[in-house]
């Protein structure tokens, strides 16, 4: 049996397996029908969870530096340090203009005198720097009285100023105006600062004191972190889901994610706290707000830009389930129906309807096509039955053409699981959102999940899983070899079901190393770097071996989930004539398999393998070994006269081989 065979190399470690294990013994052959595609596979099928947690977007993706630029933080001055040795009493206020900007209310007064005065920001864990780079130092400023110089500057975690601009006010009347200036720096820093000092004598108030770096991803000005939305890109994403997860329900209804809140101009976004900030008393993260700097149009056109379709997810009238339970009344839900009405026309209406105008207005006329909605992130029980019911009706009334995610709860199985899978089916909804963050074992036995699932009616979106090296939540959990091969297993039977499984995508995406509540997580960054877990290579493996068809994919008439602790699937890329193999070894052994490419005429006789493999189940990726379990592409001998290519599947292995048919 595979699974003791799985757990007992948990505890070895590391195993170097004699090449004398190999059984110079014949094959088993696996059998491919080429010639008869069991299903479809969707172009959505693998795609990306994003939700802004583990510092995923303020912190993040979003390229903004500077901590608390607009003072809305619960503690106004969070993130900011205020020093001189000539302080005096109200030299730096914090004032707040609620009437006239219940938005973004406060803002600092700063009455300088010629003294040393000057605000240093920490950043997000620091502030990564790079030599040669040009900053983009902006502020709203509104000059009250005198002549007062901004000196801006970059310091290294030392103090040592590595890069520095002046920005003189240049407006002196009762209105905000913006100023920027662009400087370069002179080091690399992983941990910088930014310091602001004062020259002259008058009073100045300030807002939205903003740093980005110019490398922005496309070079968008106040835009994405460019190296990790690269990793993004390569995966070739089917789609991308966002905004979460469940700062989508909030803590309590005031904190959910409102989508008309986060467009139009920044210093108009409202910023709320991020409920991850407390939602762990073991991973308490006091300073983790969203500023929505990046907000719908962001995400919408980050989608556009990686080719990944948008899947929105709205809040259905819920707030966190396993917070305060809020509900809307049901009398209440309209403004909430609304939205969702209202963001599908903001998505694809053309340029004369309202929200078709206000996104042109916003620099994108053009629509973005949107295909999915989810409604609802982790929500269970009648009540979300009950208004779901209301969205459905309204969306399809007026959007027949757009599928309706929708969530079957927190976990795969029980009582309420079966509930929400049986009314949803009832409701004929287009796609169950299935989540399981389960242990390694959990994947191995579920590989033949979906094998017995209707073949019509709902299908699935396995929107969040990943598997967990100890427990949800723990500390503990790490992205190691073992979960990332389970997760590679599993997925051979999320393909071979694409029949039924139409999108998958892994949760979360992202993790800021000094600033994580969750782990595992797919990829992992500093404010410099950022590499790929073993499961983010799994995960691009799949998207980008993705092939249009199902093939089947047997032996003695069974699918290869978990004999001799193999699991495999098959698929026919109709794009580029190719099969593709995928199969993933769980075991210490090496196996041996004919793979027999039934109902073809002629093959290329060289095909490519891909392999992904490490002798040691506990492996990791980290910053200083950012490839250890990483793939490596060789080329398979097919045998093009028996039309078979021959296996050795190493132990704890997952292999991806791309066979060309040829006319
Ligand atoms: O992915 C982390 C969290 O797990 C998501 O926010 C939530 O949907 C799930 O419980």
């Given at each position: 049996?595979?699974?003791?065979?799985?757990?007992?190399?948990?505890?070895?470690?590391?195993?170097?397996?004699?090449?004398?294990?190999?059984?110079?013994?014949?094959?088993?052959?696996?059998?491919?029908?080429?010639?008869?595609?069991?299903?479809?596979?969707?172009?959505?099928?693998?795609?990306?969870?994003?939700?802004?947690?583990?510092?995923?977007?303020?912190?993040?993706?979003?390229?903004?530096?500077?901590?608390?630029?607009?003072?809305?933080?619960?503690?106004?001055?969070?993130?900011?340090?205020?020093?001189?040795?000539?302080?005096?009493?109200?030299?730096?206020?914090?004032?707040?203009?609620?009437?006239?900007?219940?938005?973004?209310?406060?803002?600092?007064?700063?009455?300088?005198?010629?003294?040393?005065?000057?605000?240093?920001?920490?950043?997000?864990?620091?502030?990564?720097?790079?030599?040669?780079?040009?900053?983009?130092?902006?502020?709203?400023?509104?000059?009250?009285?005198?002549?007062?110089?901004?000196?801006?500057?970059?310091?290294?975690?030392?103090?040592?100023?590595?890069?520095?601009?002046?920005?003189?006010?240049?407006?002196?009347?009762?209105?905000?105006?913006?100023?920027?200036?662009?400087?370069?720096?002179?080091?690399?820093?992983?941990?910088?600062?930014?310091?602001?000092?004062?020259?002259?004598?008058?009073?100045?108030?300030?807002?939205?004191?903003?740093?980005?770096?110019?490398?922005?991803?496309?070079?968008?000005?106040?835009?994405?972190?460019?190296?990790?939305?690269?990793?993004?890109?390569?995966?070739?994403?089917?789609?991308l889901?966002f905004p979460?997860?469940?700062?989508?329900?909030?803590?309590?209804?005031?904190?959910?994610f409102q989508w008309k809140k986060t467009i139009g101009?920044?210093?108009?976004r409202?910023?709320?706290?991020?409920?991850?900030?407390?939602?762990?008393?073991?991973?308490?993260?006091?300073?983790?707000?969203?500023?929505f700097?990046l907000g719908f149009l962001e995400y919408f056109q980050l989608s556009?830009?990686?080719?990944?379709?948008p899947?929105p997810i709205l809040?259905?009238?819920?707030?966190?389930?396993?917070?305060?339970?809020?509900?809307?009344?049901?009398?209440?839900?309209?403004?909430?129906?609304?939205d969702?009405?209202d963001l599908i026309?903001f998505a694809?209406?053309?340029?004369?309807?309202?929200w078709?105008?206000i996104r042109?207005?916003l620099?994108h006329?053009?629509?973005f096509?949107l295909?999915?909605?989810?409604?609802?992130?982790?929500?269970?029980?009648?009540?979300?039955?009950?208004?779901?019911?209301?969205?459905?009706?309204?969306?399809?009334?007026?959007?027949?053409?757009?599928?309706?995610?929708?969530?079957?709860?927190?976990?795969?199985?029980?009582?309420?699981?079966?509930?929400?899978?049986?009314?949803?089916?009832?409701?004929?909804?287009?796609?169950?959102?299935?989540?399981?963050?389960?242990?390694?074992?959990?994947?191995?036995?579920?590989?033949?999940?979906?094998?017995?699932?209707?073949?019509?009616?709902?299908?699935?979106?396995?929107?969040?899983?990943?598997?967990?090296?100890?427990?949800?939540?723990?500390?503990?959990?790490?992205?190691?070899?073992?979960?990332?091969?389970?997760?590679?297993?599993?997925?051979?039977?999320?393909?071979?079901?694409?029949?039924?499984?139409?999108?998958?995508?892994?949760?979360?995406?992202?993790?800021?190393?000094?600033?994580?509540?969750?782990?595992?997580?797919?990829?992992?960054?500093?404010?410099?770097?950022?590499?790929?877990?073993?499961?983010?290579?799994?995960?691009?493996?799949?998207?980008?071996?993705?092939?249009?068809?199902?093939?089947?994919?047997?032996?003695?008439?069974?699918?290869?989930?978990?004999?001799?602790?193999?699991?495999?699937?098959?698929?026919?890329?109709?794009?580029?004539?190719?099969?593709?193999?995928?199969?993933?070894?769980?075991?210490?052994?090496?196996?041996?398999?004919?793979?027999?490419?039934?109902?073809?005429?002629?093959?290329?006789?060289?095909?490519?393998?891909?392999?992904?493999?490490?002798?040691?189940?506990?492996?990791?990726?980290?910053?200083?070994?950012?490839?250890?379990?990483?793939?490596?592409?060789?080329?398979?001998?097919?045998?093009?006269?028996?039309?078979?290519?021959?296996?050795?599947?190493?132990?704890?292995?997952?292999?991806?081989?791309?066979?060309?048919?040829?006319?």
């Open positions: 049996m595979f699974i003791p065979v799985f757990r007992k190399i948990a505890c070895s470690f590391l195993l170097v397996i004699p090449a004398l294990l190999v059984q110079a013994q014949q094959s088993p052959v696996v059998r491919v029908n080429v010639a008869q595609p069991v299903a479809d596979i969707q172009p959505t099928m693998w795609g990306v969870f994003f939700e802004d947690i583990n510092l995923g977007a303020d912190g993040g993706i979003y390229a903004e530096l500077i901590k608390n630029r607009s003072f809305e933080f619960f503690k106004p001055l969070m993130g900011w340090q205020i020093e001189g040795s000539k302080r005096s009493e109200g030299d730096v206020l914090v004032l707040n203009r609620q009437e006239n900007k219940s938005s973004n209310p406060r803002y600092i007064r700063v009455q300088a005198n010629n003294s040393d005065l000057q605000m240093t920001n920490e950043g997000f864990r620091g502030m990564g720097i790079k030599a040669g780079l040009c900053y983009d130092f902006s502020v709203m400023y509104r000059l009250r009285s005198g002549n007062v110089k901004l000196l801006a500057e970059l310091l290294d975690a030392a103090g040592k100023v590595i890069g520095s601009a002046t920005l003189t006010p240049e407006i002196s009347d009762a209105d905000w105006h913006t100023q920027a200036v662009s400087f370069k720096a002179n080091a690399t820093e992983l941990k910088g600062k930014f310091r602001l000092r004062f020259e002259g004598n008058g009073v100045v108030d300030l807002d939205m004191i903003s740093l980005f770096p110019e490398d922005t991803w496309k070079g968008r000005p106040g835009g994405m972190r460019a190296d990790m939305i690269q990793m993004l890109a390569d995966m070739k994403p089917g789609f889901r979460g997860g469940c700062i989508v329900e909030g803590y309590d209804l005031d904190q959910r101009p920044v210093e108009d409202q910023l709320i706290i991020n409920r991850w900030n407390f939602e762990f008393a073991h991973r308490p993260t006091p300073d983790y707000f969203q500023t700097g556009e830009d990686i080719g990944a379709e899947l809040n259905c009238g819920m707030a966190c389930q396993f917070n305060t339970a809020e509900l809307v009344p049901m009398d209440q839900l309209d403004p909430y129906v609304q969702a009405l026309e694809n209406g053309d340029v004369t309807t309202p078709g105008k042109a207005d620099g006329p053009k629509p096509n295909k999915y909605l989810g409604v609802g992130n982790e929500n269970w029980g009648p009540q979300y039955i009950e208004r779901l019911a209301v969205f459905q009706k309204a969306v399809k009334d007026k959007y027949p053409s757009i599928n309706l995610v929708c969530s079957s709860g927190t976990d795969p199985s029980g009582e309420r699981f079966d509930f929400l899978n049986g009314k949803l089916r009832e409701m004929n909804v287009e796609l169950i959102d299935e989540h399981y963050y389960r242990r390694p074992e959990w994947f191995l036995e579920n590989a033949r999940r979906y094998d017995s699932y209707p073949r019509t009616g709902s299908k699935v979106f396995a929107g969040e899983w990943a598997a967990q090296s100890d427990r949800i939540a723990s500390t503990e959990n790490k992205n190691n070899w073992q979960c990332a091969l389970a997760e590679a297993a599993f997925m051979t039977g999320l393909e071979r079901n694409a029949a039924v499984v139409n999108m998958s995508s892994y949760a979360p995406l992202f993790a800021h190393a000094e600033g994580w509540q969750w782990t595992p997580d797919l990829i992992w960054v500093d404010n410099l770097r950022v590499y790929g877990t073993p499961n983010y290579h799994v995960q691009k493996l799949y998207s980008t071996n993705k092939g249009t068809n199902v093939l089947s994919m047997v032996q003695n008439n069974e699918p290869l989930a978990g004999q001799d602790s193999l699991y495999a699937s098959a698929a026919w890329d109709k794009a580029t004539n190719e099969i593709i193999l995928k199969i993933a070894n769980v075991s210490g052994q090496t196996h041996m398999r004919t793979i027999q490419l039934d109902g073809v005429k002629k093959l290329d006789a060289n095909g490519k393998l891909i392999l992904l493999r490490n002798t040691n189940i506990s492996a990791v990726n980290s910053f200083e070994n950012a490839t250890n379990v990483s793939p490596v592409e060789q080329q398979i001998a097919v045998d093009a006269k028996k039309k078979s290519v021959a296996m050795t599947l190493a132990p704890l292995s997952f292999s991806v081989v791309r066979v060309k048919v040829v006319h």
